[in-house]
């Protein structure tokens, strides 16, 4: 492509060459700019991206919310319909919170089915909200064994640079926080539920956190925050999520393993992430 | 609605849920198809193109409530194996399972490829395919909120156009379109959801403003033809003023990268 | 469909742009090839038609062929898709046979394409039948019109809709009567006179165990026809494709012809006695472009022939109508 100006080599040409460069090599590509102690992007090693939130745009959702980390944008809205609860749960509601990575937001991504990494990601979602009981599902119910909330948490990634998790996680939880339920009476009668369009109220969300993702290459490089270009060649992808009172919730570690002081080290950086991202809230 | 059962790519709710029911729907209908704009006014248009950055080019747009993110991956290979001489443009529209008053359960149905169609048909004539042998070009469309058939098929087309310009695609001319509906003797353009409800039909026009012709016309419902051309006439002066805020659009994110 | 060559496509174009144009078949540009119907090719449905162009009068052979039915199921209002006053579902499928060159995804594709464009024209709430409503609020019929394309020879729109015309023409919609049950001694002055109250069915009636508050059903009185024909049958509209060239257009085009050129404007015309003819539904289809100027034109012509084809249709389906009973009556008089 560009072999006629090896001769003169403008500074387009440059651009062009290092394009090539990284396609071909990226961990070599990758490793230039950590031996200077910087990324790709001009960020340092425990720098985030900008972050943005914004709540409530969606009029058809019953919550919604919107996050850009650097340049991976997140969208996510609530849903709430009814439903019948299961009979062993007589008094509990469902939190149903899934991610779709449909093929607008990635050349990687093909349109069809959930990819394994939406699958995966939907999964460790769920797990992230459930086992963090952000919220009490008998909050849900409108009356015990009849009728409860069901909340379809659906998110769709539109534009995916790296860190999907964090974003994604901190779109449900916004969206979550934006949502407000209708009024709901059941008809004992009628076995149906009615519900009144000016009496609504906002969920009962029992804790705060974030997560924060990292990635480790060659055991002591640290990555806070990897773009889509950095996740695929870290030797460790990790995970940490801390409620608002600094209390761990989880870590998620996948790759080779790591050592006790790097996750300490992580887990004190969550922490200060953590606070920072409410404030955003 | 009712959920796929046992569906192991996702998280699967109940096996059945409802949309809420209010105690005054008809009341709310009502107050939604009262139109807060003169009958021959377009919602305001938000256009933003290169908002996705891992796509060759990309568009936003914002219609009052309706929201639309389009972006467009290639010219890239063909994967099948036969020869085209043709390059070919595929077009994929995805509704978000929250963009509806009712929840679209996560599956493809129906009404995404009847769309795909139609936005297909307003721009495939203004791109020069003959340029990409062996070549895809990917339109992929999500609709993030829907207020609206109509326009969302109109302001995706013209998404579609702009993010087709933000790629570098030759085309003969950009693309806008614009729909209406017959409410009682009045033509109103751009008609909201609960307007085109009330309607007893719609046109949508997608038309190349620059070369004054006409890419696709899309009626349903009832009306006579003087009616028809009528309402395709208003959408063809909207389609003008359409025009310049797309090529302005595009003018101000070249300026600015 | 068709894969034709460009040598092909040039030799069909210039033939059809000389003077005077000439088409392989030796037609005129609006003339049409032969249209074959006949009604009632289902009898388990409520109403069905099957309809040819252009079949081969020698062997019977050829031609685009295209049956369509239609069959009514009860909907309670309000569960899942049912909505009051009733409502239409419409089908495309395609035989394989049909499309022999097209792979299963782009056969799905393309009867996903014809299935919309005749659902969203035929089961638009301002052309619903009236009586598809049984009890209102309560009970309506569903129609359902599956329409089968079992060879396409070229203009299978028209054929789709000639033959849903036809199959919904020859609907009937079983007749229904409303029943109320009540409770023993329970207040009567709401029932209306079209209703029959139901007294026989008192105490100890599986019936009045469902419910003690009032309610209304229907039942199928046994009458000897079918039920009566749908509402506003003449209101159906037809189909009519202009294949566009550069200066003029023509009809009915055959596969080749189709492939030869880039662009179509489909017209869908309702005529009835008493107001101006309507258009239901309109599309332009392919590659190439048009104008507002071509449009306005196209579209008288379009009404222009689209009359014609109705005119011939209506007579056709009367012709039908006449012959099933006729010839009905005539076996039941030779039992």
Known sequence: ?281 | MAQSAGDRRRINGPEESFSPVFDDDEEDIKLKTQRSRAAGDIRPIFLQPGLISQANGSAYIETDKTKIACAVYGPRQTKTTTYSEKGRLNVEVKFTPFSCMRRRAPIRDAEDRSLAVSIHQAIVSSIRLELFPKSTIDVFITIIENDGIEGCIASASVAASTALADAGIEMLGLVSACSAAIVGDDIHLDPSEAEARASSGTVILACMPALDNVTSVWQSGHMTADMALKCMERCHERCIDIHSIVAQSLLEHRTAA | ?335
């Open chain 1, 1 to 281: 492509m560009s072999s006629s100006s090896i001769t003169k080599p403008s500074a387009a040409d440059d651009t062009l060459r290092a394009q090539i460069f990284q396609r071909l090599h990226p961990r070599v590509y990758l490793e230039r700019f950590t031996a200077e102690k910087f990324r790709p992007d001009g960020r340092t090693f425990d720098e985030w991206r900008k972050v943005s939130v914004n709540v409530g745009s969606i009029s058809t959702a019953d919550g919604s919310a919107l996050v850009r980390m650097g340049d991976t944008t997140v969208v996510c809205g609530v849903k709430a319909e009814v439903a019948e609860p299961d009979l062993d749960l007589p008094e509990q509601g469902f939190l149903v919170p899934n991610l779709d990575l449909p093929a607008i937001c990635s050349p990687k991504f093909k349109p069809g089915p959930p990819t394994e990494e939406a699958q995966v990601l939907s999964d460790r979602l769920n797990e992230a909200l459930v086992t963090s009981g952000v919220l009490s599902l008998s909050s849900l119910c409108i009356h015990p064994g009849k009728a409860v909330w069901t909340l379809y948490v659906d998110s769709t990634c539109i534009n995916y640079d790296g860190n999907a998790f964090d974003a994604t996680l901190l779109a449900m939880l916004a969206a979550l926080r934006n949502t407000t339920l209708p009024k709901a009476t059941y008809d004992e009668e009628t076995g149906r539920t009615t519900c009144s369009r000016k009496n609504r109220s906002p969920l009962q969300l029992e804790r705060h956190f974030a997560s924060t993702s990292f990635g480790v290459l060659e055991t002591s490089h640290v990555l806070s925050d990897p773009t889509a270009f950095e996740e695929p060649l870290m030797d460790v992808a990790l995970t940490v999520i801390v409620d608002d009172h600094g209390q761990l919730i989880s870590t998620n570690e996948s790759g080779a393993g790591i050592s006790q002081e790097t996750l300490l080290q992580c887990i004190s950086r969550a922490k200060e992430r953590a606070s920072q991202l409410q404030r955003l809230l």
């Open chain 3, 1 to 335: 469909m068709s894969s034709i060559s460009k040598s092909e496509k040039a030799y069909i174009q210039s033939s059809l742009l000389s003077d005077p144009p000439l088409r392989a078949d030796g037609r005129g540009l609006t003339d049409f090839r032969t249209v074959a119907l006949e009604s009632g090719v289902a009898p388990l449905a409520n109403g069905s038609a099957r309809v040819s162009i252009g079949r081969n009068a020698y062997d019977g052979g050829g031609g685009t062929e295209v049956v369509a039915a239609a069959k009514l199921e009860v909907e309670t209002v309000g569960d899942g898709e049912g909505v009051d006053g009733g409502r239409v579902v419409c089908s495309v499928s395609c035989s394989p046979t049909a499309y022999p060159l097209l792979s299963s995804n782009a056969l799905d594709d393309l009867q996903h394409d014809m299935t919309s464009l005749l659902h969203a024209t035929l089961s638009h709430p301002t052309i619903r039948p009236q009586n598809l409503c049984i009890l209102p609020g309560k009970k309506s019929w569903l129609l359902n019109l599956d329409v089968i394309i079992f060879s396409d020879a070229g203009n299978i729109f028209d054929a789709i809709f000639m033959a849903a015309r036809a199959a919904l023409w020859d609907t009937k919609v079983p007749r229904t009567r409303s029943v109320q049950y009540r409770a023993k001694k329970s207040d009567r002055k709401d029932a209306t006179q079209a209703m029959d109250v139901d007294e026989a069915t008192h105490t100890g009636s599986a019936l009045d165990t469902r419910e003690t508050v009032q309610v209304s059903d229907f039942e199928l009185p046994d009458y000897w026809d079918e039920g009566e024909p749908l509402d506003g049958r003449q209101t159906w509209p037809v189909c009519l494709t202009l294949n566009l060239l550069p200066t003029s257009h023509f009809l009915d085009a055959t596969l080749q012809e189709e492939a030869s050129v880039p662009l179509k404007l489909l017209v869908l015309y309702s005529f009835q006695s008493d107001t101006p003819p309507l258009l239901r539904s309109m599309r332009l289809l392919g590659t190439g472009v048009s104008d507002l100027v071509q449009v306005k034109s196209l579209l008288k012509d379009g009404e222009k022939y689209a009359r014609i084809v109705w005119t011939a249709l209506e007579g056709k389906l009367k012709d039908e109508d006449l012959r099933r009973n006729q010839k009905a009556r005539e076996r039941f008089l030779n039992r």
